[in-house]
């Protein structure tokens, strides 16, 4: 979160970054944190939501954001169909998959060797999805 903070802080951006937090186990419940959270920060212009329930957000102001933009990770059933509704307005899609597929291989490289695999860094592409671009990820969900 300090990166995220720094980034907005920095030189021309001087945003403001105002942080809150509701639990993905309960949405009744989540719902109502995010509408009063919302109430209690008039002036929020955007919504990132750092974890693949960014439907959450759209679900609960009910397709009434007005202006602001919501954005979130991951291509998941429920943040497509978000981005498909217009209350989503884009993704950051980090292939989570792959990240598990590598996390996986270092953990037994280490489990077999006795020690983590130093040669073992990948760099994964991030992908902005957007409304337009949805459709091509339909196999991803």
Not at 64 to 74: E, I, T, Y
Not at 100 to 107: A, K, R, T, W
Not at 119 to 136: A, C, G, K, N
Request: aromatic share 12%; net charge negative; glycine share 12%.
């Amino acid at each position: 979160m300090a990166s995220f903070k720094s980034f907005f802080s920095e030189g021309k951006r001087n945003r403001d970054v105002v942080e809150g937090y509701f639990s993905i186990d309960n949405p009744v419940k989540s719902h109502a944190d995010i509408r009063a959270f919302l109430a209690g920060h008039p002036g929020v212009g955007g919504v990132a939501v750092v974890i693949s329930a960014g439907y959450l957000i759209s679900d609960a102001l009910s397709g009434g954001k007005g202006n602001l933009v919501v954005g979130g990770f991951d291509v998941t059933e429920g943040n497509a169909r978000c981005v498909e509704e217009g209350t989503l307005d884009f993704l950051i899609n980090q292939h989570p998959e792959r990240q598990g597929f590598y996390s996986v291989e270092s953990i037994l490289h280490f489990l077999l060797y006795g020690a983590p695999d130093k040669t073992l860094r990948e760099y994964l592409p991030i992908d902005i999805v957007f409304r337009e671009s949805l459709p091509y990820w339909h196999d991803e969900v």
